[in-house]
């Protein structure tokens, strides 16, 4: 497990150098399933993408210059499923399907893709260097609001299960749902299955966005939103926050959660591309905000189960008192 903090309560991040390397797949096992995420294409992002809504400034260069950032694509295995969230970059770029090929994974055996949304490093993988659908056997999963253009999902080449509204989805590969994900594009989404949530474009630099989610992308069509969603998956994923003590200041949010936090999977969160817990401590001048990214390998916690409910038994006055039976007449 790596841990990532901000030390400085500016914009000025600490953050890890990128690797020089592209990392290979990693692989998380789940409850009857596995996840495998692939880095499509490497990938850092200036400070100058970057702004506050309304307000224009951007934040400061982190060491090297760019936010750590990249190009991910997830893969659910489950039976005889096989489920893509997005397809990448597609070529010349995108290195998707070199990789899947060399994990032993033939593209015409997905069976699904799951599309967060329409921009080019997610639908640009649909096809292959030929021009041909590059996942032949592949259905397409999508929002596509009224009035959107469905062209860049290319129905042309798959079968399209589009759904204007994320509760409609009705269609999706068993066990996972739809959910809102607004302010990136007007048919972003978000795609949930037990505690992992793909979350698509939410977060482009999370070394800044995740301590400072006002910083909204350039590529944020509704920037408003964009942070009110990412405030709201901060709020899901948090976890550990201290109890209050006496004389102390009250926490920065609401109190602990007793359950697993979700897995932030993010095509743009640094590779393997997943956050496991949000660290959110006492607003103290000596404690700050960390993440958490998990090492490959690490098992998906699986979704908490409800308590048993408390079912009050009533005793018959005439009753056994060791087995609650009535008496025999």
């Known amino acids: 497990m790596?841990?990532?903090?901000r030390t400085l309560l500016s914009a000025a991040l600490l953050v890890a150098p990128a690797a020089v390397a592209e990392p290979p797949s990693a692989r998380f096992p789940g409850e009857g399933f596995e996840l495998r995420v692939y880095q499509d294409a490497e990938q850092a992002i200036p400070p100058s993408i970057f702004s506050i809504p309304g307000d224009g400034r951007h934040p400061d260069p982190p060491p090297g210059g760019a936010f750590r950032s990249s190009c991910n694509v997830f893969l659910v295995i489950e039976g005889d499923r096989r489920v893509l969230v997005d397809a990448g970059n597609g070529a010349p770029r995108g290195s998707l399907l070199a990789k899947l090929r060399a994990d032993g994974v033939d593209p015409a055996t997905i069976t699904d893709i799951l599309l967060t949304h329409e921009h080019r490093d997610h639908v640009g993988g649909l096809v292959g260097p030929d021009g041909a659908a590059a996942f032949p056997n592949a259905t397409l999963h999508a929002l596509v609001p009224p009035g959107a253009d469905p062209a860049p999902l290319r129905p042309d080449l798959y079968e399209l299960r589009a759904f204007a509204d994320p509760a409609a989805a009705t269609?999706?590969?068993?066990?996972?749902v739809a959910e809102p994900g607004p302010g990136h594009t007007p048919c972003h989404v978000f795609y949930?299955?037990?505690?992992?949530?793909?979350?698509g474009d939410a977060f482009h630099a999370v070394d800044l966005q995740i301590f400072v989610p006002e910083?909204?992308?350039k590529w944020d069509q509704e920037p408003a939103t964009a942070v009110a969603t990412r405030r709201a998956l901060i709020q899901r994923s948090y976890t550990n926050i201290p109890k209050p003590k006496p004389n102390r200041i009250t926490?920065?949010?609401s109190p602990p959660i007793d359950h697993p936090p979700l897995f932030l999977c993010g095509a743009h969160i640094p590779f393997p591309g997943i956050v496991s817990k949000i660290h959110l401590p006492m607003a103290s001048a000596n404690e700050s905000p960390s993440f958490d990214t998990p090492d490959p390998g690490t098992p998906i916690p699986a979704e908490p189960?409800?308590?048993e409910p408390l079912v009050k038994i009533r005793r018959r006055a005439d009753a056994d008192p060791a087995t609650n039976a009535p008496p025999v007449r």
């Open 192 to 199: 949930r299955k037990g505690t992992l949530l793909f979350v």
């Open 305 to 307: 189960r409800p308590p």
């Open 215 to 217: 910083y909204c992308a």
């Open 2 to 5: 790596n841990r990532t903090k």
């Open 251 to 253: 926490p920065l949010s």
């Open 171 to 176: 269609n999706l590969p068993a066990g996972f």
